[in-house]
């Protein structure tokens, strides 16, 4: 009997133990942002090769192993940006986050600093190899990263700026690589900032009371609900504006043509979603333009193996 029952609880405590075990790690992994991490890492590398890279072939842009040394130190300083970001944001994710903050309290604190330090030290470690720009460009992005979440992320206005430069940090980082510099692509990075900034203010409209209770000042806690999504609504017409341009005068064409065309139609569904000026309406905006940015990736890879193919 005493046998059977030590066997249960042996079983219980190894069930226990790999649930726990588990849970650490979906912990870590939602800690470090890695799903974030891995659209990056595959924006990257269509961006790259598609827009920015005009003159290698695919075979040597395979074997281009200091261009994967780059994007490879991108994705390390990005993971431990998401493990510093949520470490200073840990008491406003309690709020925010609930499910996420109760699956990373499996993990101590201390740990996710231990790994952010692990992370940046490698990742400067492979950009010094590459060569000492490389270094400089890492060192400069680590040290926003941190300063962005210490300071800058209570800031008025500076906080969205901020988060949508260092999102598109390292796509600027591959522009000066391939010294890739026309009115398309500079229009191209424009309507990114702009749909990135769009999603960003919506996303702290939804956040607003918990935000301020924090001591976060963004635009809709500082601004009257009526001027904040006046504001949404500006940057989307320019955005749509930009989109124009591009369709117009730069002679764009394949499916990138066509996502710049359908995204009037889209943005012009947000502004009609955001005169509701309701919770749900905003919460379905903020998914229509994060499900745009993706699809805008698909499009930049289907319209680059057409033009290659």
Avoid at 17 to 43: D, K, M, N, P
Avoid at 163 to 187: A, C, N, Q
Avoid at 188 to 194: G, H, K, Q, R, V
Avoid at 270 to 277: E, R, S
Wanted: with cysteine.
């Amino acid at each position: 009997m005493n046998s059977e029952k030590e066997t249960f609880q042996q079983k219980n405590y190894i069930q226990k133990s790999l649930f726990y075990r588990f849970s650490q790690f979906v912990g870590f992994l939602l800690g470090a942002r890695f799903f974030v991490a891995i659209l990056l890492t595959f924006a990257l590398y269509v961006s790259t090769f598609f827009l920015f890279n005009q003159d290698e072939t695919f075979r040597k842009f395979v074997f281009d192993f200091k261009v994967h040394g780059i994007i490879f130190c991108t994705v390390l300083t990005i993971l431990a940006g998401g493990i510093i970001n949520q470490f200073y944001d840990f008491e406003k994710d309690h709020v925010v986050k609930p499910f996420r903050t109760r699956i990373q309290s499996f993990i101590k604190q201390k740990y996710f600093l231990y790994v952010y330090l692990f992370l940046c030290i490698i990742s400067l470690t492979i950009a010094w190899l590459i060569s000492h720009k490389v270094f400089l460009f890492f060192v400069v992005y680590q040290f926003f990263m941190w300063f962005y979440s210490h300071k800058l992320s209570r800031i008025l206005i500076l906080n969205n700026l901020t988060f949508i430069s260092l999102t598109l940090y390292p796509f600027f980082g591959m522009m000066v690589y391939y010294e890739t510099f026309s009115k398309k692509v500079l229009l191209m990075a424009i309507f990114l900032f702009l749909i990135l900034l769009c999603i960003d203010i919506v996303k702290d409209t939804l956040t607003k009371s918990v935000d301020k209770a924090f001591g976060y000042t963004t635009i809709p806690n500082y601004f009257k609900s009526k001027t904040t999504i006046g504001i949404i609504i500006s940057l989307l017409i320019i955005t749509m504006a930009v989109s124009m341009k591009l369709i117009m005068k730069t002679g764009i064409s394949g499916f990138m043509s066509y996502y710049f065309s359908g995204g009037l139609f889209v943005f012009i569904l947000c502004i009609y979603l955001l005169l509701n000026n309701s919770r749900r309406s905003k919460f379905v905006t903020l998914n229509i333009l994060r499900f745009w940015v993706f699809v805008g990736i698909i499009a930049m890879l289907l319209n680059g193996l057409e033009g290659k193919l």
